[in-house]
DNA sequence: CATTAGTCCATCTAGATTTCACGAACGAAA
DNA sequence: TTTCGTTCGTGAAATCTAGATGGACTAATG
């Protein structure tokens, strides 16, 4: 950043003043000090620059070349130090910075992007940069300051929303179907219209995430709530990847609606009833003295555009259509 | 310039280095200084600024955001000071500066004018500005340091070649011819081929500057070195004015050739043999500690133009031409 | 008209004050 | 226990003030 030989801006500040009121006592008065300590400060940034300064001019003095090409660049300099404080407040009103937002993939796409295009109008000055992470890693990187604002999945591991260290805010729940290969015993009429109970399943092969991921952790949550433990045959990192083994006839799975996009053909959707089949999308902000102003604004927008979803939520997606209201 | 509050760059130098060692102990190593007194600049800086600008992380410490907001705009800083060195250097090269020229209006128009098109090739940094200014004014404004560079006209009070204050030198010569109205009894076909000796005009009316002009001294001393004091019945301040009254046959008149464009139709001009009727112009720069480089290169362009201008020295502009050689 | 005393200005020196860095001790975290 | 950051007291360095010095302009005087 900066090297040895300090051009000293309080020196430069003392030169300005005698350029501006024309003589080193007028100068000294105006900063409250004796034309010695003024001429002091002169001579010895002069002495540092190793360029001449102040010549004698008359009974007074006057700035050398040098001095006033100096000037010139310190009046930019303070330009620059004024934005400096403007953008520290407002940084403090959360209208500018930068916040790094760690998200789950599906939450970039159905909370995180749509956030950005509405923030980009709102908060222009607000400089968002995203990374898909991974659940238990995103934690971390939000610990170490990586990251000012994750957006991920509820499970066993995650920080409760009464944990002091940050700010959670529930954005959505994330309604899961069950997804069965086209011509499926169980794909029946009724159950694509009304929905199937999960306990149906049991004693399918079942297709997961990894054991170590969170997804995979819900998947058995939602099972065991429903009295079984899921016979897991495949594990999947992706929901596309998921859907493909079921529409291979590899198994059954449940996948959250915000990955619909991501299902191939060839599958069946079956909404679950009973037992409380979902997933619950939350985001998290340091809280406290570490805030950060404009990563509060983004978690409100994405508040916002989250209750402007209700697609993930409550709908069942398979009952008749009275008319397309949502866009994607 | 600045106002009070001031935004240390000693104390952001040293929150850089934490932010790139990581830790206040590394900083403090980087720096050539104890970890209590990168703690101690940190917080005074904090406590100026009124914001946190480090937290706890674990056992070491983070930046916060307005802590890195604060090093983004310390970068900017930086590289402007930096800049702000090397243009000082380039000052000192003559490669940039500002150069605020004084000049006589012909040798705005000869000289001074054609050697700005030059500059600007050659030397494009150079921020020349020109005033036009009389002859006594002019040195009083360089010696107050209004003006850098001078380009004046010869006379009694002309700083003299030896005064240690300036560097002069000596432009261009540009003789003066006579100018007499079409008809006059003196503007022979001998006269206008091989000239006219001064001393015939002895007892014409004559038209010159004002008295207090150094350019009507001239006038006086040409005449005075052909033997004879001119009878000046009107005083003009302009050489186009003065040429205007001796077409309306008021008078005669000495006219310098660099002069020439603002002559009006209905004039005979004269080269004068015998006695050197000139008038000398030269270029005027502060010496010593006071040079100023950018001013010295300016100096030199005006040289090399002037050299370039044979026209108003030596040749009879009414002798015989072989051919069209120069351009104005 | 030249001279000289008076005034204003910047700078130098010496002494006082503030700022700054160091070292040791303490609390916190791994 | 070790590593790290901070706090407190001490010493050194930078900075300011006050008074003295010399140069330069002004005006009054011989």
Known sequence: MLDEPFLDLKRLR?????????????????????PSAVSQQISGLARDLGVPLLEKQGRGVRLTGQAQLLLEHGAIVSEQL???????????????????????????????GPSMARLRETHPGIDIRVREVEAPEAFTLLDTGELDLVVSVDYRDAPLRSDPRYTRVDLITDRMDVVLPVGHPLATEAAWRDGIKLELLADEPWVSSAVTDPCSMITAAVCAAAGFSPDIRHECLEWDAAAALVAAGA??????????????SGLVTLPVVGSPASRLIFALVRAGAHASPPATVVLHTLVQVAAERPDAADRYPNAPRTGERQTA
Chains 1, 2 share one sequence.
Do not use: C, F, N
């Open 82 to 112: 004024d934005r400096a404080r403007a953008d520290l407040a407002a940084w403090t009103d959360g209208d500018i910075g930068k916040v790094r937002i760690g998200a789950l993939s599906t939450g970039i796409a159905s909370i995180v």
């Open 14 to 34: 003392v030169l300005d003043e005698v350029h501006r009121r024309g003589t080193v006592s007028a100068a000294a008065a105006a900063l409250h000090l004796t």
């Open 251 to 264: 198994g059954v799975a449940l996948i959250p609606r915000l990955a619909r996009p991501l299902r191939p």
